[in-house]
């Protein structure tokens, strides 16, 4: 009987592991159509869809790419990149599932995959708008910021309406130094659509740098636009911290405090915020906390240059130039083209009495920014202490032809016979 009963189980277990999936149905399609925006719901239907072996190959990369799209904007890049990439199989010349798999490829930081799905994108659509700036965006994570103004300005040629292209482009010359031709070109962006509140605040960030670097403008542009953006959004927390960081410089250190603390309470664990307020507790000249803020900025994000920068400037105001070297070390080897962080270190080396290294990081500041007045100066000053005079006189007139309110070159071009 045992045997008999065993026989049975067996059969039965048959009779279920050959019992087909049940057929999608409609409502499944309806569904899947919109599972980017319900992916819960549209999850399993895409998945009924996928496992029907009755439906169209058509209609399984539909239900692959729409499933792919719900993963990817529940921040699950993985599972959207394996989606993803069984519509490219079932579809090899698929540009759209190329350049979303570029996209998910770029939010886990990927940027090599990036770019190959981007430019594999382009390849079977030399008109696929979306596909460049997304390319434009891997670009810019590793600092190729020419390739990304191509891309961008390939993207505003196919459609002169992209505000999100005028935006990147934007940002790609805030990064290159041509803060000017940032402002415009975000400016497009914001005239285009007057509600895009990233727009608004990446202008925040252009006028930022360009005050900070040239010393041209005022911080309240940038904090008038910050405050913009965060009326438009106040989800994105990244204003906050950069209207914070905007406060500071204009050594509105309480606003700043409250602006990066509403970031911390909000999300704690937000390594910009913490950055933020360190900024704002070293304006307090409270290094302590600042460098607390700064450690835990860095905990959070390994790879927050800006953090190790601004740890490097608390060291220097303790007169602690060994550490503050190191930080600018680690700033640079995160961003190789990081102009601030070359010029600290050179200001570092010229507290350790190295001009020779200290001329160095200041040139290296000037290649990648040739507007970045301090560093002229700064290069000027070393040159006079090496005995280097005309070259001297030629960095002090360069930072006076830049900005002639800057106080250092002027000086010094007096005290030469200028």
């Known amino acids: 009987m045992a045997a008999h009963g065993s026989g049975g189980l067996l059969l039965c277990m048959g009779l279920l592991l050959a019992t087909p999936a049940l057929a999608a149905t409609s409502t499944d399609r309806g569904e899947c159509a919109a599972s ?4 819960d719901l549209g999850f399993a239907a895409c998945s009924r869809i996928i496992d029907d072996a009755s439906v169209s190959v058509a209609e399984r990369i539909k239900a692959f790419k729409n499933r792919g799209r719900g993963s990817f904007n529940s921040k699950d890049y993985d599972r959207a990149i394996a989606d993803y990439g069984e519509a490219i199989k079932l579809s090899p010349k698929d540009a759209w599932a190329f350049a979303h798999r570029c996209e998910a490829y770029e939010s886990k930081e990927d940027h090599d995959a990036a770019i190959a799905d981007c430019t594999e994108a382009i390849k079977i659509d030399p008109k696929y708008g979306w596909a460049y700036n997304n390319r434009g965006v891997a670009y810019y994570g590793v600092h190729e910021y020419d390739a990304a103004l191509a891309d961008h300005a390939e993207a505003i040629r196919i459609n002169s309406r992209d505000a999100w292209a005028y935006t990147r482009r934007g940002m790609a010359w805030t990064e290159k130094g041509e803060f000017d031709q940032a402002i415009a070109d975000i400016t497009q962006a914001v005239t285009i659509d007057p509600k895009y ?8 960030q252009a006028r930022f740098r360009k005050k900070l670097i040239t010393k041209k403008g005022g911080w309240e542009p940038a904090i008038a636009d910050y405050s913009e953006a965060i009326k438009l959004d ?7 911290s950069s209207r914070g960081v905007a406060y500071s410089n204009d050594r509105q250190y309480d606003l700043a405090v409250a602006d990066c603390s509403e970031v911390i309470k909000r999300e704690p664990n937000n390594s910009a915020g913490h950055n933020c307020r360190g900024v704002a507790y ?14 835990q900025s860095i905990s959070i994000n390994q790879k927050n240059g800006v953090a190790y920068w601004n740890r490097g400037n608390a060291y220097m105001a303790l007169r602690k130039i060994d550490d503050a070297i190191a930080d600018y070390d680690r700033a640079i080897a995160i961003n190789p083209k990081d102009f601030n962080s070359f010029n600290s270190r050179g200001k570092a080396y010229v507290a350790k009495g190295d001009s020779n290294r200290a001329i160095a990081d200041f040139t290296k500041a000037i290649q990648f920014d040739p507007s970045y007045v301090e560093a002229y100066s700064n290069r000027g000053l070393s040159h006079e202490v090496l005995g280097r005079r005309a070259d001297a006189v030629a960095d002090f007139r360069k930072a006076q032809s830049i900005d002639s309110t800057d106080r250092v070159s002027k000086q010094q071009l007096r005290v030469l016979g200028f």
Do not use: T, V
């Open 234 to 240: 106040p989800s994105l927390l990244w204003l906050y």
């Open 36 to 39: 980017a925006d319900k992916p």
């Open 197 to 204: 509140a990233f727009g608004f605040g990446q202008r925040g």
């Open 282 to 295: 070293e304006g307090l000249k409270d290094y302590r906390r600042a460098i607390a803020d700064y450690d």
